[in-house]
């Protein structure tokens, strides 16, 4: 079973930028990895998808433009670079398989930003 682990959350003002890692602790390298956010109150909801290759990515319209995802398959990482952050972006960030069968979800990162 493989664990994640999320880092790189913080406070931050709004237009700040912040980059989210999320280690894996076993070899990912064949898997579309996924990033999800959860607002106080709401449901946890899709924000961006890398394939295995990196070739391909997909974000959600809230984000586009703004999230960057990539990965290193060396280092079994994962990664979403946030700019020009909004309050509508505070949540706890989490990242897993992108397929039906998740890995176990991490504890996540937060991310609050402030006016």
């Known amino acids: 079973q493989v664990h994640l682990v999320e880092s790189g959350g913080e406070l931050v003002q709004i237009g700040g930028s912040l980059r989210l890692s999320c280690a894996a602790s076993?070899?990912?390298?064949?898997?579309?990895l996924g990033w999800w956010r959860q607002a106080p109150g709401k449901e946890r909801e899709f924000v961006a998808v890398?394939?295995?290759?990196?070739?391909?990515?997909d974000y959600a319209d809230s984000v586009k433009g703004r999230f960057t995802i990539s990965r290193d398959n060396a280092k079994n990482t994962v990664y979403l670079q946030m700019n020009n952050l909004n309050p509508a972006d505070t949540a706890v960030y989490y990242c897993?398989?992108?397929?039906?069968?998740?890995?176990?979800w991490g504890q996540g990162t937060q991310v609050t930003v402030f006016s």
């Open positions: 897993n398989r992108h397929n039906t069968r998740k890995f176990t």
């Open positions: 076993g070899r990912i390298s064949s898997h579309a």
């Open positions: 890398i394939n295995w290759s990196g070739s391909i990515r």
